[in-house]
T-cell receptor, first 114, second 117 residues
Framework: GAVVSQHPSRVICKSGTSVKIECRSL??????MFWYRQFPKQSLMLMAT?????????EQGVEKDKFLINHASLTLSTLTVTSAHPEDSSFYIC??????????FGQGTRLTVV | AQSVTQLGSHVSVSEGALVLLRCNYSSSVPPYLFWYVQYPNQGLQLLLKYTSAATLVKGINGFEAEFKKSETSFHLTKPSAHMSDAAEYFCAVSESLFSGGYNKLIFGAGTRLAVHP
């Protein structure tokens, strides 16, 4: 089946720095990708929809200036957490729907801000 | 608007026992329904999906789910639990299976399944 690769799987950063997370569709093109955030023992909350070649669509309550999304190609979307704070520590997951089939999920990124 | 309710945040069964994870949905349009499994620190893996072709859907690892419109339910079952089934399970709903590749999913809160020897 289709594969979505997310990198890195784990990252620890200092408060105030920025962290970039990559999401790649390895064997299909994805004009749309989704970014989710998952708090411990909770469900996935959609943060934003990444659209290739255009601006991302953010869900209500998500700061677009803090969570920068870039979808520069049909196989790559990036999420940059800017000026990270400890409360940004979470598990971030991307997904990419393969046209006419289903959404495939990345392995997730565990972000810890110290 | 769509929503998903998973009854029971934790379910515990003995190995070999029946697994039943409950999911009820709300949707103003005919829904597409999904069950995903998540192992610790990993992404989600699709178990099965309902796409209106058949109300009883069989998935991977021996799981199946039945779509009941009158009850707005899509419960997940497995006749005999295995230790390897211990994980977090998420029910999700979507308005469209595919629409130009767009497939926004609304997830339930999740149910953690524990399997005891």
């Amino acid at each position: 089946g289709a594969v979505v690769s997310q990198h890195p799987s784990r990252v620890i950063c200092k408060s105030g720095t920025s962290v970039k997370i990559e999401c790649r569709s390895l064997d299909f093109q994805a004009t749309t990708m989704f970014w989710y955030r998952q708090f411990p023992k909770q469900s996935l909350m959609l943060m934003a929809t990444s659209n290739e070649g255009s601006k991302a669509t953010y869900e209500q309550g998500v700061e677009k200036d803090k969570f920068l999304i870039n979808h520069a190609s049909l196989t790559l979307s990036t999420l940059t957490v800017t000026s990270a704070h400890p409360e940004d520590s979470s598990f971030y997951i991307c997904s990419a729907p393969e046209r006419n089939t289903e959404a495939f999920f990345g392995q997730g990124t565990r972000l810890t801000v110290v | 608007a769509q929503s998903v309710t998973q009854l029971g945040s934790h379910v515990s069964v003995s190995e070999g026992a029946l697994v039943l994870l409950r999911c009820n949905y709300s949707s103003s349009v005919p829904p597409y329904l999904f069950w995903y499994v998540q192992y610790p620190n990993q992404g989600l893996q699709l178990l099965l999906k309902y796409t209106s072709a058949a109300t009883l859907v069989k998935g991977i690892n021996g799981f199946e789910a039945e779509f009941k419109k009158s009850e707005t339910s899509f419960h997940l079952t497995k006749p005999s639990a295995h230790m390897s089934d211990a994980a977090e399970y998420f029910c999700a709903v979507s308005e469209s299976l595919f629409s130009g590749g767009y497939n926004k999913l609304i997830f339930g809160a999740g149910t953690r399944l524990a399997v005891h020897p």
